[in-house]
Antibody, heavy 119, light 107 residues
């Protein structure tokens, strides 16, 4: 069955760019939407944005100026870049398969990866 | 932004209890409301989509209802594995938002 796995540095310095990759295994990245969602320690969930396999994107307006999500169909991967990070960006970052119809929801999640922003 | 609230923020219940969690939107979202369960240290899991549709593989003791601004998640008979935090998510707008969560723990 389809599985998602996040990877990337667990520690990022303030003002630098956070970069994460989600690898999709057991199925093709094509024909689906893929999201990034984060959760600060002990807090709730915040959607960051999604990408369609064709490359079209939709971002959370509160993060849009700092976020880039891209897809590499040849590697079955999609990626997140978040620039100019601060301590407020410390969170567990999840990638998720996103079903988009008239409704849209996250029906398969990766295990998440903790990213700490600290000097 | 569409703001989501949940009540209660936490509750204590016993195995076998009927549990109801409420989610309210700051404006009408039709039936564009989804529910997730999250256990400590784990990723969220989709339970209900489109307000009342049960995700494949989710036990039938979970049910969802509502439309417009008010929604409920009901667990008909609480099981030991159901102790977790539950989040609602609206997908009416172009960008989605989650409720703050309801933690269900053991009485």
């Amino acid at each position: 069955q389809v599985q998602l796995q996040e990877s990337g540095p667990g520690l990022v310095k303030p003002s630098e760019t956070l970069s994460l990759t989600c690898t999709v295994s057991g199925g093709s990245i094509s024909s689906y939407y893929w999201s990034w969602i984060r959760q600060p320690p002990g807090k709730g969930l915040e959607w960051i944005g999604y990408i369609y396999y064709s490359g079209s994107t939709n971002y959370n307006p509160s993060l849009k100026s700092r976020v880039t999500i891209s897809v590499d169909t040849s590697k079955n991967q999609f990626s997140l870049k978040l620039s100019s990070v601060t301590a407020a960006d410390t969170a567990v970052y999840y990638c998720a398969k996103t079903t988009v119809t008239t409704d849209w929801y996250f029906d398969l999640w990766g295990r998440g990866t903790l990213v700490t922003v600290s000097s | 932004d569409i703001q989501m609230t949940q009540s209660p923020s936490s509750l204590s219940a016993s195995v076998g209890d009927r549990v109801t969690i409420t989610c309210r939107a700051s404006q009408s979202i039709s039936s564009y409301l989804n529910w997730y369960q999250q256990k400590p240290g784990k990723a969220p899991k989709l339970l209900i989509y489109a307000a009342s549709s049960l995700q494949s593989g989710v036990p039938s003791r979970f049910s969802g209802s509502g439309s417009g601004t008010d929604f409920t998640l009901t667990i008909s008979s609480l099981q030991p594995e159901d102790f977790a935090t539950y989040y609602c998510q609206q997908s009416y707008s172009t960008w989605t938002t989650f409720g703050p969560g309801t933690k269900v723990d053991i009485k």
